[in-house]
């Protein structure tokens, strides 16, 4: 049949839970508010995204590591991703004016870790080393163990006799798991005790990217290239048999990359703003008209 000129060449369908969590908005409204009043040291990054860095820059947002003693600007914000309480500690007692816009559902993760802990459970966290998350999560238990891989659960040694294990709010379930199953089959004399601490909002984009997939064949991924969890939806849709491409920015969709395509799918990371999706959207579909 022949497609007369108005008519889509493929059809654009967007996931029905994407982009930016609540958690992340929250945090970049909190810091948004506290900026126009004096200028701000962001200990971290709000969001693993170029258009919100810029943007607070343009405000005249600095940034410093969490784990650092010095900002150059009275007020500091911790970002949604928390912070060890003695991180949280040492900037208050160092005299600045800390604001903390730590997710509900990351506080929820280090009360699960602290009362693992205060159980007697030797902590365990399955997650990305080096994240913020999981340096927070770590920071007051200088003991931790940190695994991402059933490669680490191989090399791991440990002679407790209860292990407590979270994972971050962020990680896949299919990914977590698996990982749990190997630590009970390896440390099978000891207590394993698991709570899941994955995120709701990350757990409703995971199921949302299994009915895209089933629908579409091709998925774009907005978001950051720093971010990792964008990176992650990406390899997902992989895994899951779509041809997956990671854009920042809508001109880096390239047209032949739909040409035998009749519907193509669009999801977004947990740190992209709806805006960069909407722009993505938008040159999709005048891809789609052309
Ligand atoms: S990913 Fe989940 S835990 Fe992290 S900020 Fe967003 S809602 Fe909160």
């Known amino acids: 049949m022949m497609k007369i000129s108005n008519q889509l060449k493929f059809e654009v369908v967007v996931a029905s839970h994407y982009g930016m969590c609540f958690g992340v908005k929250a945090a970049i409204e909190i810091a948004e508010k506290v900026s126009q009043k004096s200028p701000v040291t962001i200990l971290g990054e709000l969001a693993h995204n170029v258009s919100v860095q810029r943007k607070f820059e343009a405000q005249g947002a ?77 920071g007051d238990f200088p003991d931790a163990t940190v695994i991402s891989t059933m490669e ?85 849709c992989r895994k899951l048999g779509c041809t997956a491409y990671h854009v920042q920015d809508p001109d880096e969709l390239i047209p032949a990359w739909f040409q035998k395509a009749t519907t193509v799918g669009i999801t977004a990371g947990t740190s992209t703003p709806d805006e960069d999706v909407d722009r993505v959207r938008q040159k999709l579909l005048e891809i789609a008209k052309s």
């Open 152 to 236: 680490d659960v191989e090399t791991l040694r440990l002679t407790c006799a209860k292990i407590g294990v979270i994972s971050q709010t962020t990680q896949q379930l299919t990914h977590v798991e698996p990982i749990i199953a190997a630590l009970r089959a390896k440390f099978a004399s000891s207590e394993i005790h698991f709570i899941d601490t994955i995120c709701r909002p990350t757990k409703d984009r995971q199921s949302a990217l299994l009915e895209l997939c089933n629908k579409v064949s091709i998925v774009i991924v907005v978001g950051g290239k720093n971010s990792n969890n964008t990176a992650q939806l990406a390899d997902k």
């Open 62 to 138: 600095r940034q410093a590591d969490l784990t650092e003693n010095i900002a150059p600007t009275n007020d500091v914000i911790i970002t949604a991703h928390g912070a060890s309480d003695k991180d949280r500690k040492r900037w208050a007692s160092s005299g600045y004016r800390v604001t903390d816009t730590t997710c509900p559902l990351v506080h929820k993760a280090h009360a699960a870790l602290r009362n693992l802990v205060s159980a007697g459970y030797h902590p365990v966290v399955i997650g990305k080393a080096g994240h913020t998350e999981v340096r927070g999560l770590t």
